[in-house]
């Protein structure tokens, strides 16, 4: 039997505030353990939560950006359980009417035509504390609790069990994690946790229409692993089918150094959430024109700027594509091209040279030493011919190092380029005498030697003959 | 509207409360009570009227996104009844 799998995935976004989501607590990552927690987000007895009006926005823009409709009306409900991370003994949460309802994203996987996936609802809520094991000395018994974390605003976004496999699963994560942090919402950082997935997987047999039983996998915190924990749940699920055993609804967590998920706790009651509205926060109303404002304020999205960037700037739809990876990316661009230089040799630049670098030094285009000024200053040097291509790639790395302008660099190493003919024709004719037989051999029909004729030319010049000049005179010397 | 006293054993079980025998069947014969007046309520036709989640009619109620000053670590942990460094310290959690 073949069989195919239905995959829905909850993501939670934490959202960029300064502070939490129901007090005024800071929300920086990495701090002494409860070094930022007040009676709110400790669950102290009669202390009282106020909404935090920039997640409201936040949610809003999220909202917009995936296609959903913006709820009139939403309301905080109280999701109880016990936890030692939860405080309080609920998550204050939304249940019933979330913020956001009936969205979608189209996703395209390499080699396959675009889908839609359904984006169910987008919910606020509140994240719970961390829990420590094992690695702080005095805690080898026992746990540690930190309550930094407790309060700190999230978006859960839910999908539809619309994904098919593994490959579409992370596109739509990919797309997701694009918006989020092109928007400004969220940091994207899924080390630090401010974006983590579970997944819900189950198998049916190819052709039914009853969704199989499915598991929730837990703690998938980066591309890669979403894919390794999908596919190892996948075949576990249909092995099991096979054996002629059944899959038991349950949440698993995904180990990371195995590549394998396994059971975590029963579910038997942990669904028995009780939720109800929470009575110490009011009703959520948000009118047409407050929706109608967040739209207008709405930053031009990934998926438009790559689209002007194709007939605005005649970019093909995959270099248009990388240069709107993130917004610091496609603003680097647009930032090279409003100084009137060639699109296409930007985004060349761009894809070539500069994401070489920040590759090789970890770095982040907002930090790039070469600023978009710098790189079109090198990008005039070439269009008008003072240094080769080839030679600009030695300054651009200077630049890297020094920061320094190009003009400066060509000056101080001597690099500008040769075009004098009468200086390149004295180099031509000595390689010309030097490499006599190979003259010969050229003459009587070995075309393909004219590259190492180039290519000696040039490295007797150092790299600073101009290519075109060189090409020309060395035909004309060969051919006479 | 009859509870039994299974019912009553789950909620407490949720909730953490360890109930005698007694209690059971006092809490089961009052949350009957409670619910078969929720029954009767029923009866009224409340089509197009919106659930009363709060008694205030009040919306809104924001705060701008600014820090203000925690507590401190040493208030944040005078209550604790087990500490270690500044983390509570809870028996040990196994996922």
Known sequence: MRFQPVIGLEVHVQLKTASKIFCGCSTAFGSEPNSQTCPVCLGLPGALPVLNKQVVEFAIQAGLATNCSITPRSVFARKNYFYPDLPKGYQISQFEDPICQHGWLDIQVEGQESKRIGITRIHMEEDAGKLVHGDVSGLEEGSGVDLNRACTPLLEVVSEPDLRSSDEAVSYLKQLHQIVTWLGICDGNMEEGSFRCDANVSVMPVGSETLGTRAEIKNVNSFKFVKQAIEYEIRRQIELIEDGATVVQETRLFDPTSGTTRSMRSKEEAHDYRYFPDPDLVPLVIDDAWVQRTRDELPELPEQRMQRFMTEWDLSAYDAEVLTASRSLAEYFEACVALHVNAKAVSNWMMGEITRALNDSGTSIDCCPVTPRLLVELLKLIEGGTISGKIAKTVFEAMWQSGKEPATIVQEQGLVQVSDSGAIEAIIDEILTREAGQVAEFRSGKDKLFGFFVGQVMKASKGKANPAVVNELLLSKLKG | ?95
């Open chain 2, 1 to 95: 509207m009859n509870i039994s006293v299974a019912d009553v054993e789950k909620v407490a079980r949720l909730a953490r409360l360890e109930l005698s025998e007694e209690e059971k069947s006092l809490y089961a014969g009052q949350m009957a009570a409670i619910l078969g007046y929720v029954e009767k309520l029923k009866e009224l036709n409340t089509d197009g009227i919106l659930p009363t989640s709060h008694a205030v009619p009040m919306e809104n109620a924001f705060r701008e996104d600014a820090v203000s000053p925690s507590i401190g670590i040493e208030k944040a942990l005078a209550n604790a009844p087990d500490r270690v460094e500044s983390f509570y310290r809870v028996p040990k959690v196994i996922e």
